[in-house]
């Protein structure tokens, strides 16, 4: 099994990333704006963009413990406010980290508890560009019933990172993951979704990187994030779903570890 990071399937004219003028995104979109999604970041290991995650509190970002694992902290870095890995942003942050933490369940065959906590050698200065998102379970009741995936991951099966942020819309996140042998995916700790039109998978490079809801939070529309990428078949068939880590079954953990989600804007 290809255990790849998430993104967008999408063809260009040549082999690889190519500029604006040649992206043909099938089921998903360029962001265009860092303040869209600015909870998204990039983790790189050695200069080399590896995988997302997302902005959990000012000195924590969480991802993918199949990200990190068997890496030394010194030599990853995480990027706060990017659009694009190849032309830094007016107001883009990279961080140093300080430490690492996996969920000391974590399974390297099955990827069970494929969940990991950065934590970061300063705190990120909040703006437009740089915000934390909560997380949460599915909102059943939402309709559509649907979510996002943001992140950098390849525009083909083996491919290079997107050289821009991307992001496309899932809208099974009850998929049949029967693809799955019973070991490869738990429902209590993850979660099982796809494109039911099949123009949107995960890809390489993605892994980490948030799956997000929008929901109403006392009448207002919010982003929360639901999942992280953990595991696919690979992109070249997105009608195979993607599974992802559950964040709600992790919520103690993630006290214990990085404490509350307070912030500037005061949501805990």
């Not at 809208?171 to 995916?185: F, G, K, T």
């Amino acid at each position: 099994m290809l255990h790849a990071l998430i993104l967008i399937v999408f063809v260009t004219t040549v082999s690889g990333t190519g500029d604006a003028g040649s992206e043909r995104i099938a089921g998903g979109n360029r962001v265009n704006s860092t303040e869209q999604f600015p909870f998204v970041v990039s983790i790189s290991y050695r200069y080399q963009h590896i995988c997302g995650g997302f902005i959990y509190n000012a000195r924590w970002i969480v991802t993918a413990a199949s990200c990190v694992m068997g890496k030394s902290h010194r030599e990853l870095n995480v990027t706060i406010g990017a659009g694009s890995l190849i032309t830094p942003e007016p107001e883009e942050q990279s961080i140093s980290i300080a430490d690492l933490f996996t969920f000391n369940g974590f399974n390297q065959a099955s990827l069970i508890h494929d969940i990991a906590l950065i934590e970061l050698s300063l705190p990120i200065v909040f703006r437009s560009t740089a915000q934390p998102i909560r997380y949460s379970t599915i909102d059943e009741l939402a309709q559509p019933l649907e979510a996002t995936i943001i992140g950098w991951g390849a525009s083909f099966e083996g491919g290079p990172p997107s050289t821009r942020l991307l992001c496309g819309t899932i809208d099974n996140l009850h998929a049949d993951c029967s693809a799955y042998n019973v070991d490869e995916y738990t429902e209590d700790f993850m979660i099982c979704a796809g494109s039911e039109s099949g123009t949107v998978a995960p890809c390489q490079f993605d892994e980490g990187s948030p799956l997000v809801q929008e929901t109403y939070v006392e009448g207002n529309a919010e982003l929360i994030a639901i999942g992280i990428m953990s595991k696919n078949q690979g992109c070249s068939n997105a009608m195979i779903p993607t599974i992802y880590t559950r964040l709600s079954a992790y919520s103690s953990w993630f006290i214990q570890t990085a404490g509350p989600q307070v912030t500037h804007s005061g949501f805990a």
